[in-house]
């Protein structure tokens, strides 16, 4: 069965560093998520990317993060300048459009980011 | 702002109870509902629900949705030890130019023992 995947499992940074995080969203699908996850809280929603343009931010997706989707299959969160508030575990998502469908989104297994 | 707040926040249960868990909302531009199971990591989506009072139903879990009192409930027959996680419940605010994002209630963990 058709898998979100994201790699690494576990990312380690000093802050300040910038740290890229990455995804590869099942094939047949058009829209990709980014929800974080700080240890004990609830998922939070980050960002929506459709059609190669972010459609959707949330307040926490300030001007230090950005996403991409730099060829077909690959759509990556960047942080430029981490923060200890930043540690998280990351997921990504996606979902198949249009219409009803793209309701349902299906998450990759996560990126625990850790910010020393 | 949307809300989704679960009910309870924890259950421990013997293997073959049945299990009851609630989720209301709120939100502008109510699409859908969705219930997801989170083990160690990533939720798996189980249901999407949109219309009230329609169940769905997969094995032994069901789900419906009452869009007039804003809630849903999630029911789980015969637990086993595998059904222990933490079930999340986020809902889709379909208003304006969203596509699709998710609020997530903070999930209820439940505990089977044998």
């Known amino acids: 069965e058709p898998e979100v995947t994201q790699t690494p499992s576990h990312q380690v940074t000093q802050m300040g560093q910038e740290v890229i995080l990455r995804c590869v969203p099942i094939?047949?699908?058009?829209?990709f998520y980014w929800y974080r996850q700080i240890l004990g809280q609830k998922v939070e929603f980050l960002v929506s990317?459709?059609?190669?343009?972010?459609?959707?931010k949330s307040e926490i997706f300030d001007d230090q993060f950005s996403v991409e989707r730099p060829d077909g299959s690959n759509f990556t969160l960047k942080i430029r300048s981490t923060k200890l508030e930043d540690s998280a575990m990351y997921f990504c998502?996606?979902?198949?459009?249009?219409?009803?469908?793209?309701?349902?989104?299906?998450f990759g297994p996560g990126t625990r980011l850790t910010v020393t | 702002e949307d809300k989704v707040v679960q009910s309870p926040l924890s259950l421990v249960v013997h293997e073959g109870d049945t299990v009851t868990l609630n989720c209301s909302y709120e939100?502008?531009?109510?699409?859908?509902l969705l219930w997801y199971k989170q083990e160690k990591k990533a939720p798996t989506f189980l249901f999407m629900l949109?219309?009230?009072?329609i169940e769905k139903k997969s094995g032994r879990l069901s789900s419906i949705l009452d869009k007039k009192e804003l809630f849903s409930i999630l029911n789980i027959t015969a637990t086993q030890t595998g059904d222990s996680a933490v079930y999340l419940c986020?809902?889709?605010?379909?208003?304006?130019?969203?596509?699709?994002?998710?609020?997530f209630g903070q999930g209820t963990i439940l505990t089977v023992h044998p």
């Open positions: 998502a996606s979902s198949e459009g249009p219409r009803d469908r793209y309701y349902e989104q299906y």
């Open positions: 094939s047949n699908h058009l829209y």
């Open positions: 990317f459709y059609n190669n343009e972010i459609s959707e």
């Open positions: 939100v502008t531009n109510f699409r859908s």
């Open positions: 949109t219309s009230s009072g």
């Open positions: 986020a809902v889709v605010n379909a208003g304006g130019t969203s596509y699709g994002k998710l609020t």
